[in-house]
């Protein structure tokens, strides 16, 4: 063999011997994050902790709000299936999971829980290292449980808890059905769907509790880092996940206070949430609910909120028989910019059926008939006014017909 040969094949060798220096540990991820890691009885879990004061302001939300008064009075205008107990035992929870499908493939990777401890709020993040890890995460979670009033979530009927459930059943743990749920998501949209775009946990942080987070990450974006973590090990870019999943923690809490105030009447409200909040009352005290509805009228409630207010407390009017209340709602939502069939509908009713007066009846149906004709509205709207007008001019002609003895 020739002598360069030999000397490049040396050279390759002394490549193949020579070994890389290996990359320096990668620090704990307990000390990345933060957290210490507990022994839950069924393996070590990595847990996350946090103090807050309840002078503590999340936005402009001060978090000892949510627990000044009973929420039995919540869990009713809710419409929870079980009353709210101690508010001083309630539980919020927020879970991080691998997908948003759910089902047995999904699992919760970190649960954020916060609970009343003396007088600070306590925030604790369990997190999994490892899917091997969930028997000691759901042995975590069961004992929070078992000590709480009620859990507290956003949406968490539609994908948390059925999520937790699932994850306890596979496991061959025993769920507590029977603990009381309070799910702010419900409460949220019948306050809060004519004043935003949306009633997202993001919308209503932003708007009702104020508070911009800066850097946020995506919740969409949460499960591919945590599997990236899984592959690499490297923790840092979990931290942007549980401040997120704290952020959403802290502003379930001031929700809760928000509503806590709003109910006892505490809290400023502008016109709509006005009007949203008698939604919220109605199913439990129309009287309150009617009072939230004037107040809104009266703080200067415009447009389409205005009309379906109106257009609400116009028909628990007419139920309680107060008919000139009823009649001013209905001849207020008539002068609405968009053309409505339904205060014409019901002032025409009135006026033919409590007044007996046909020929006022008959101008309404005639005047809502041309609005109607005019604003191409539904063949349906127009042929049952159409309809109405046709009966009372046949009312109007037998009446006419009748001698003046028998019409007296």
Known sequence: MASGSLDDLRRVIRRIETRRPKRPAAPPIEEVLGGELVDTGEGQLLVVRREFPLSYRHGRQPLGAAFETPLDLLSAVSRAATPVGDPRSLLFLDAETTGLAGGTGTYAFLIGAAWLEDDRLILAQHFMRDFDEEPALLAALRLLLERASAVVTFNGASFDLPLLETRFIMARRRWPAALPHLDLLGPSRRVWTSCFADCRLATLEREVIGVVRDDDIPGALIPALYFDFLRSRRAAPLGRVLAHNRDDILTLVGLLGWFVGALSARAEMTAAELGGLGRLWEPVDVERALACYRAALAAGLAGAPAQAVRLRLARWEKRLARWEAARSLWEAAMRHATFDPRPWEELAKFHEHRRRDFVTA???????????????????????????????????????????????
Do not use: K, M, N
Request: a positive charge.
């Open 362 to 408: 008959r101008a309404i149906v005639e005047d809502a008939l041309g609005l109607a004709e005019a604003t191409r509205a539904p063949l349906r709207t127009v042929d049952a006014f159409a309809h109405r007008l046709g009966r009372l001019q046949r009312r109007l002609a037998l009446a006419g017909a009748r001698p003046a003895e028998d019409r007296g």
